[in-house]
């Protein structure tokens, strides 16, 4: 989706598809000639464009193919089916459908688009509603999929909350920069698949909305130290604040003051003590109590079913399926 539920992004990392014959360890871009390898140093090593995937404007201005008519996008039949019930933002009263996720992917398609003139999106997801493939649909140059069920995204590409797979039995070798430029050789993007990670349940992984309650706590550190800090002091607070009024209940009645008190008054409910108590009730301080009791109810529901369900949730954020 251009959406995965990811980390921030925090540079452009390029794509390659050649053969590396320097070692698996090297992490360098290389040239993928086995017969004279070369690892990519700088712009004099060899041409970088030669062996970088990227999606490519088509050879003609008629055509529609890649960057010329947008990008076709679908997410398959499933997806919001295995999606939805993986965010926990369903039991925080928000409601979140098919038609909200699908706005989610097309917003962040939208802000692609918007920091490049030639880059755009076009959703054909209604075109692929009966394709029961899992790899492709004809209709979608990106295909967005949830793993295969009883397959662990994690232990097969790392600890990843979607990636993006290539075909790479459909390349174009002379692709068309944005810039007008012809390279030759080259590796074009024709068809993609993106794979999200969809466990069974949210214990194993879950995600939330940018859009929504949770983006508020993962947009900065700081908000998430200064919420824990407040839960503390509140619930430090509110059992001060029950302990002081028990105890002055308590001390209303074993031991009352004496000022003013008149030893001939009637009993109210039979006895002195009983008097003294429903006096000191008369006169407690309610409202203090009513909020301290909220409190101490309120901060742990709110911190363990909802506060730390949004810190182990992923978010939808945009990730890039090729390089332009």
Same mark, same amino acid.
């Given at each position: 989706?251009?959406?995965?539920?990811?980390?921030?992004?925090l540079n452009w990392v390029l794509y390659s598809p050649v053969q590396r014959f320097l070692g698996t360890s090297y992490t360098n871009y290389e040239n993928?000639?086995?017969?004279?390898?070369?690892?990519?140093?700088d712009p004099s090593s060899f041409d970088l464009d030669s062996v970088a995937m990227r999606w490519s404007l088509p050879p003609s201005s008629t055509s529609?193919?890649?960057?010329?008519?947008?990008?076709?996008?679908?997410?398959?039949?499933?997806?919001? =089916?295995?999606?939805?019930?993986?965010?926990?933002?369903? $039991? %925080? /009263?928000?409601? @979140?459908?098919?038609?909200?996720? !699908?706005?989610?992917?097309?917003?962040?398609?939208?802000?692609?688009?918007?920091?490049?003139?030639?880059?755009?999106?076009?959703?054909?997801?209604?075109?692929?509603?009966?394709?029961?493939?899992?790899?492709?649909?004809?209709?979608?140059?990106?295909?967005?999929?949830?793993?295969?069920?009883?397959?662990?995204?994690?232990?097969?590409?790392?600890?990843?909350?979607?990636?993006?797979?290539?075909?790479?039995?459909?390349? =174009?070798?002379?692709?068309?920069?944005?810039?007008?430029? $012809? %390279? /030759?050789?080259? @590796?074009?993007?024709?068809?993609? !698949?993106?794979?999200?990670?969809?466990?069974?349940?949210?214990?194993?992984?879950?995600?939330?909305?940018?859009?929504?309650?949770?983006?508020?706590?993962?947009?900065?550190?700081?908000?998430?130290?200064?919420?824990?800090?407040?839960?503390?002091?509140?619930?430090?607070?509110?059992?001060?604040?029950?302990?002081?009024?028990?105890?002055?209940?308590?001390?209303?009645?074993?031991?009352?003051?004496?000022?003013?008190?008149?030893?001939?008054?009637?009993?109210?409910?039979?006895?002195?003590?009983?008097?003294?108590? @429903?006096?000191?009730?008369?006169?407690?301080?309610?409202?203090?109590?009513?909020?301290?009791?909220?409190?101490?109810?309120?901060?742990?529901?709110?911190?363990?079913?909802?506060?730390?369900?949004?810190?182990?949730?992923?978010?939808?954020?945009?990730?890039?399926?090729?390089?332009?």
């Amino acid at each position: 989706m251009l959406v995965v539920f990811s980390p921030v992004l925090l540079n452009w990392v390029l794509y390659s598809p050649v053969q590396r014959f320097l070692g698996t360890s090297y992490t360098n871009y290389e040239n993928g000639i086995e017969s004279n390898p070369i690892a990519w140093a700088d712009p004099s090593s060899f041409d970088l464009d030669s062996v970088a995937m990227r999606w490519s404007l088509p050879p003609s201005s008629t055509s529609d193919e890649a960057l010329g008519g947008g990008i076709t996008f679908a997410v398959r039949h499933d997806f919001c =089916d295995r999606l939805t019930p993986l965010f926990p933002e369903q $039991s %925080i /009263a928000f409601y @979140i459908d098919c038609t909200t996720l !699908r706005n989610t992917i097309s917003r962040a398609m939208d802000t692609w688009a918007i920091n490049h003139r030639k880059i755009y999106f076009r959703d054909v997801t209604d075109q692929c509603r009966n394709v029961t493939a899992y790899d492709r649909c004809p209709a979608a140059e990106l295909f967005i999929v949830p793993d295969l069920p009883g397959s662990d995204a994690a232990t097969k590409v790392g600890d990843l909350a979607a990636f993006v797979v290539h075909n790479l039995k459909d390349v =174009d070798f002379s692709p068309v920069s944005t810039a007008g430029d $012809s %390279i /030759a050789p080259g @590796i074009g993007v024709r068809e993609s !698949r993106m794979v999200i990670r969809a466990p069974a349940t949210q214990a194993e992984f879950c995600w939330y909305l940018d859009t929504t309650f949770c983006y508020a706590f993962h947009r900065s550190p700081g908000v998430i130290n200064t919420l824990r800090t407040l839960f503390v002091i509140f619930y430090i607070i509110s059992i001060a604040m029950i302990v002081y009024i028990i105890g002055s209940a308590v001390v209303a009645v074993v031991a009352p003051s004496t000022e003013d008190a008149d030893p001939n008054a009637p009993l109210e409910c039979g006895s002195r003590k009983c008097t003294n108590l @429903i006096d000191y009730l008369s006169v407690m301080p309610t409202v203090s109590l009513c909020v301290a009791c909220f409190l101490l109810i309120f901060c742990p529901i709110f911190y363990f079913r909802i506060f730390v369900r949004c810190l182990q949730a992923f978010a939808t954020f945009l990730c890039p399926t090729g390089v332009a």
